[in-house]
């Protein structure tokens, strides 16, 4: 492992030191802190020596230490029952991400969910972007007309000709309105891979399939030519709601999905485990949610591979941000840092592993760059109406 980082952070143009290895060993006697959250930085880093802007909440994160302290424990506890994937992500570095982001952007795409899950990112890659921030809206966006419909979003750039970009898409017909444009107008490649989710702004079953169904729409005629897509499910909410989701009549605290029925407990293999005998409702949950069972097999019918990361979160109800500085505002869907978007981020890197060899066929099935530079990808965007920022 000390030999691959080495080689790692030599081509990130940073000064390794053996301090950065992390073993599992170290972490769960708490000896060290892993990366994940938010743990000991490589000691030349330079963005360790500012203390505003996105480099300062790296530095600090936004949970209350206690729930920092918590959090880092619930992982260990998973590990030492033997549940799948704890360990490595415990000891997961940057350097674990870098074969996947080198020469190609991957752009984070969705609400503000997904906003949240691109400062997890980075600052998990924290020693290794360039502290100046590209905002995509007015720095890398091209041509006035994507930049109208490009709602907020911007880039971490890092070596190689890497980098990691949010851009926010709160509804899936927004997708419609800056796909055409993908090349032309965001910057994209393609060697790119686009991670994307929306579904928190759908509260009903018809408006969130009908939404799903735009997309749909566009991605079929245009599959060949957009870059890889992946899709990363709708996480769980916590509202004091019978299953959690978002009731506007509810302003209770968060709570644990079912309680007090019972609830859900995630079991050593990282199954969900439910009574519904006596609470029939949490099967919707035990199987991943409304929205999910409305998006996976819309994604599986377009060929789009789903990140799965809804077991995992399902037991993080407790570290919601607006609980902590807002009694009035009981936000049951965002989290502090760190909490389940760092779950996300194991996550989504094992998934991305898996389908190394089906992102490289992709691209070889592609159009040349050139084509797309010039390509005219408007085509199924006639009648498509997209709400107003």
């Known amino acids: 492992m000390a030999a691959e980082l080495l080689m790692c952070f030599q081509a990130f143009g940073q000064v390794y030191d ?36 996105l480099a300062g909440f ?12 918590n959090f880092l424990e619930h992982l260990i506890s998973r590990a030492e029952l033997g ?28 609400d503000s969910l997904s906003q949240e899950f691109m400062k997890t990112f980075q600052c998990f890659m924290y020693e290794f972007w360039d502290l100046d921030m590209v905002d995509l809206k007015h720095r890398v966006v091209e041509t006035a007309l994507v930049r109208d419909n490009v709602r907020l979003g911007w880039c971490a750039n890092l070596l190689h000709g890497a980098r990691i970009c949010h851009h926010r898409v709160n509804d899936a017909p927004e997708y419609t309105a800056v796909l ?3 090349y032309q107008g965001l910057t994209g490649k393609r060697t790119d891979i686009v991670m994307m989710n929306t579904g928190m702004w759908s509260n009903d079953v018809d408006t969130y399939t009908t939404r799903l ?32 989701d978002f009731d506007r009549s509810e302003h209770a605290v968060c709570q644990p999905i079912g309680f007090p029925d019972g609830g859900v407990t995630l079991d050593k293999d990282n199954v969900l485990v439910s009574d519904f005998e006596t609470s029939p409702h949490l099967r919707t949950v035990h199987e991943g949610g409304w929205r999910n069972q409305i998006s ?9 591979p789903v990140i799965k990361t809804w077991n ?25 840092h760190p909490s389940a978007y760092a779950l996300w981020l194991y996550e989504s890197l094992v998934k991305l592993q898996e389908l190394e060899g089906d992102i490289a ?29």
Request: aromatic share 12%; charged share 15%; hydrophobic share 30%.
């Open 18 to 53: 053996s301090s950065v290895s992390i073993s599992y060993a170290d972490i769960r006697t708490f000896r060290k802190k892993p990366y994940l959250v938010g743990g000991n930085q490589e000691p030349t880093c330079n963005n360790c020596l500012v203390d505003d802007g």
């Open 58 to 69: 790296c530095k600090r994160l936004t949970c209350p230490y206690p729930e920092q302290r």
């Open 83 to 110: 549940a799948p994937g704890y360990e490595a992500m415990l000891t997961m570095t940057p350097c674990d991400w870098w074969p996947l982001l080198q020469n190609r952007t991957l752009w984070l795409v969705g």
């Open 180 to 182: 055409p444009y993908f």
């Open 213 to 244: 169904g735009v997309f749909a729409q566009y991605y079929k005629l245009h599959k060949q030519e957009l870059p890889y897509f992946v899709w990363r499910d709708s996480s769980p909410q916590f509202f004091h709601t019978p299953t959690g």
């Open 296 to 304: 996976r097999p819309v994604m599986q019918a377009l060929g789009i």
């Open 312 to 336: 995992t979160s399902v037991p993080i109800w407790q570290y919601h941000k607006n609980a902590h500085d807002d009694p009035n505002h009981h936000d049951c869907t965002h989290w502090c």
């Open 361 to 389: 066929k992709h691209i070889s099935q592609m159009p040349s760059q050139q084509q797309l530079d010039v390509l005219d990808m408007t085509a199924g965007t006639e009648g498509i109406i997209v709400d107003p920022f």
